[in-house]
Each structure stands twice: as structure tokens, then as C-alpha cells.
């Protein structure tokens, strides 16, 4: 489907925006992409609900809102970890003709919830980079690049209103997503190095989708975009053009 739409939809970390999130593959990958901010998170700092699941509704309203406003029938999906993959997950269960096919990465939210709340515990710069470094296999490969990002998302992540925004998407939540009702293909992406949800998260989604499929990414972390951008633009456009 070379001539549909491809939509980015960025992580959950702490000062997350997509600009920041798919800076090193967005235009290496061979359609047109539109990657916008989620709620809570870059531009679009709101108050929203509590829990991931509330949060994840609310978010694929959003992108349906969107795709309205640019007359954009029908996409297809690439959503990264918690914020974005499982948005991609509730917008698939809402309006399955409105999506070709989707790449969800990391598990998509469908694991448990951290123990701690990442970075606003302890708001310093250095607990910023240290929560960046645990998304890439190997810290030292990144070096440049994650002290660039802990720059930028430390100044984004003390914005009026962010905290709050993060916070509540740790709070109580609802009955969690049947995802044996999700209808379109899906292909589960996972790095083997993944530091911050393991292997087995992916290995559950994908079984439990009608239509899914798994691809574990070898020395990859959780930014398998970041650690093999090759390979994950490889395998995004395979998957999508299939």
C-alpha cells in the first residue's frame, strides 16, 4: 500500500514529542508520514483522563480527529511502546476501516506498569539521561544522541502541565482491551536487548491478535528505530507494503 498513508505515533517517556522521537527514521522510510504529537505530551500538553487505557482512548480519538481534518480515509500505523502503540491498538478496536495495517513496538502497553514513575521522581537532568539510556541496547553506541535528547526532553518535560499529564497516566484504570477483536494485520516489532519491557509482552500480543505476527529484532532495545534503523525500516516497509 505504497500510495496510503503512513502514521507515526511517538512514545511515552518523559518530554516525548515526535519531532524528537522519529528524527532518525521518519524520512528514510518510503511514504508519506505524518507524525503528530500526542496528548500530553510536546504541543499538545492537555489534562486528561486517569490510566494508560483512558489515555489510549482518548489519543486514538485524536488521530481519528486528525485523519477528519487532513481527508485521509484510510492509514496505516506504526505506534512505538505505550503512548503511541497502544493508541494504535484502541484506534484499530474503534475504526478498523480506517486502517490498512499496523506496526505497534515494545509490547504497546499491553504489559504491566512500571514500578516507579520514570524521571519526575527525581526531575534532575541526570535521571533524564539515565531514563533514556535504559531505551537503547548499548548507552555508549548513543552517546551524542542521548545527551542531545536529554537536553531537549528535560526542558520539555518541566512545560506547564506535563508532570500532571505523566502522572495520570499511571493511574486507575478500566477492563483492558480485548484484543482478540482487532481484525487488521498487525506486526508486533520487539528489541531482544529491550531493557524496559521484555520479549514475552510481545510474544502475548501477538498471539492473542486474530491477525498478528511477531519480529524479534536482534541487539536491539526498546528504540529498535534508534539501535537498527535499517532493519526497522525494512521491516515497517514490508510489512506495510505487503
Not at 79 to 101: D, F, H, I, K, Q
Request: glycine share 10%; hydrophobic share 45%; aromatic share 4%.
Amino acid at each position: 500500500m505504497p500510495d496510503v498513508p503512513l502514521v507515526l505515533l511517538h512514545g511515552g517517556g518523559p518530554g516525548v514529542d515526535a519531532v524528537s522521537n522519529w528524527a532518525a527514521t521518519a524520512n528514510r522510510l518510503p511514504f508519506r508520514c505524518v507524525a503528530p504529537d500526542l496528548l500530553g505530551f510536546g504541543t499538545r500538553i492537555v489534562e486528561g483522563p486517569d490510566g494508560p487505557r483512558a489515555w489510549a482512548r482518548a489519543r486514538a480519538d485524536q488521530v481519528l480527529a486528525l485523519l477528519d481534518r487532513e481527508g485521509l480515509e484510510v492509514v496505516n500505523l506504526v505506534g512505538n511502546s505505550a503512548a503511541g502503540g497502544a493508541a494504535a491498538l484502541a484506534l484499530l478496536a474503534a475504526a478498523p476501516e480506517r486502517v490498512g495495517r499496523a506496526v505497534v513496538m515494545g509490547g504497546a502497553g499491553t504489559g504491566p506498569l512500571p514500578a516507579e514513575v520514570p524521571f519526575y521522581d527525581e526531575p534532575t537532568k541526570e535521571s533524564m539521561r539515565a531514563t533514556l539510556g535504559r531505551l537503547v541496547a548499548d548507552e555508549s553506541v548513543h552517546r551524542d544522541l542521548l545527551d542531545d535528547l536529554t537536553r531537549v526532553r528535560f526542558d520539555q518535560a518541566l512545560r506547564p502541565g506535563a508532570e500532571k499529564a505523566f502522572r495520570s497516566m499511571f493511574g486507575a484504570d478500566t477492563a483492558p482491551l480485548d484484543l482478540t477483536t482487532i481484525t487488521t494485520p498487525v506486526l508486533a516489532l520487539h528489541g531482544e536487548r529491550d531493557r524496559v519491557s521484555p520479549v514475552e509482552v510481545s510474544e502475548r500480543l501477538a498471539a492473542a491478535l486474530p491477525h498478528g505476527r511477531l519480529a524479534v529484532v536482534a541487539g536491539a532495545g526498546h528504540w529498535i528505530h534508534v539501535d537498527r534503523p535499517d532493519e526497522f525500516c525494512r521491516l515497517v516497509e514490508e510489512f506495510i507494503s505487503a
